[in-house]
T-cell receptor, first 110, second 114 residues
Framework: DAKTTQPTSMDCAEGRAANLPCNHS???????VYWYRQIHSQGPQYIIH???NNETNEMASLIITEDRKSSTLILPHATLRDTAVYYC???????????FGKGTRLHILP | SQTIHQWPATLVQPVGSPLSLECTVE??????LYWYRQAAGRGLQLLFY??????ISSEVPQNLSASRPQDRQFILSSKKLLLSDSGFYLC?????????????FGPGTRLTVL
C-alpha cells in the first residue's frame, strides 16, 4: 500500500477550521484514503474515507486532489475535544501491510 | 449495536513471563479481527488478522502469536515476553468482504514489560 506522509504536529485555534494535510504520491488507482484519529490512551476512531471525490460527514470533510497524490482533512469548527493524533492511511485490501505511521498531533488552542 | 471488549486494560509483566490478551466482539457475526501494537512514539502496526475461526495471518515476525478459538474471540499470546514487547495493544474488527473496510477499535491494553 502507498506510504503516506503527514506533518508531525499542528496547532489550531478553537472554533477555527483545522486543515490536516497528507501526501500519498505513490497511491494506486484502487487505493482508498482513510483518516482515523486517536485520543490519548484510547483506540483509534474512524473519521472519513474517500477514493476520488471529496467527501463530507458529520465529523469532517475530506478533500482529495485531482491527481490523488495528496488530501486534506478538514475539521470545520475545531473544539478542545478534537485534540488527538490524526492518521492518514492509503489501503486497498486487508492483505496490505497496514502501518498507520506517526500521524499528526493536533493541538487545539483555547 | 456492536461492541468490542479487551482485557486487561493494563498489565505489568516481567521479562520471560507468558502473555495472554483477550478480545471479544458482540453484536456481529463472522467479523474480521485484527491485533495492532503501538510502541511508544511510533504509529500503529498491524500484527495479526483473522477472517474466520482458526484462520490467522501474521504480518510481522515476532515472538507473539494469535489464536481465534471462537467466531468472536481473538487472543494474543506469548510464551516469553521481551522488553521490546511493551506497548499499547489494540484489537479491532470489521465486517467487510472483498476489500479493506472500516475498522472499529477496542479500548486497548497497555503492556509494560520490566
Amino acid at each position: 500500500d502507498a506510504k503516506t506522509t503527514q506533518p508531525t504536529s499542528m496547532d489550531c485555534a478553537e472554533g477555527r477550521a483545522a486543515n490536516l494535510p497528507c501526501n500519498h504520491s505513490t497511491i494506486s488507482g484502487n487505493e482508498y484514503v482513510y483518516w482515523y484519529r486517536q485520543i490519548h490512551s484510547q483506540g483509534p476512531q474512524y473519521i472519513i474515507h474517500g477514493l476520488k471525490n471529496n467527501e463530507t460527514n458529520e465529523m469532517a470533510s475530506l478533500i482529495i486532489t485531482e491527481d490523488r497524490k495528496s488530501s486534506t482533512l478538514i475539521l470545520p469548527h475545531a473544539t478542545l475535544r478534537d485534540t488527538a493524533v490524526y492518521y492518514c492511511i492509503a489501503v486497498m485490501n486487508r492483505d496490505d501491510k497496514i502501518i498507520f505511521g506517526k500521524g499528526t498531533r493536533l493541538h487545539i488552542l483555547p | 449495536s456492536q461492541t468490542i471488549h479487551q482485557w486487561p486494560a493494563t498489565l505489568v509483566q516481567p521479562v520471560g513471563s507468558p502473555l495472554s490478551l483477550e478480545c471479544t466482539v458482540e453484536g456481529t457475526s463472522n467479523p474480521n479481527l485484527y491485533w495492532y501494537r503501538q510502541a511508544a512514539g511510533r504509529g500503529l502496526q498491524l500484527l495479526f488478522y483473522s477472517v474466520g475461526i482458526g484462520q490467522i495471518s501474521s504480518e510481522v515476525p515476532q515472538n507473539l502469536s494469535a489464536s481465534r478459538p471462537q467466531d468472536r474471540q481473538f487472543i494474543l499470546s506469548s510464551k516469553k515476553l521481551l522488553l521490546s514487547d511493551s506497548g499499547f495493544y489494540l484489537c479491532a474488527w470489521s465486517v467487510g468482504r472483498g476489500g479493506w473496510d472500516e475498522q472499529f477499535f477496542g479500548p486497548g491494553t497497555r503492556l509494560t514489560v520490566l
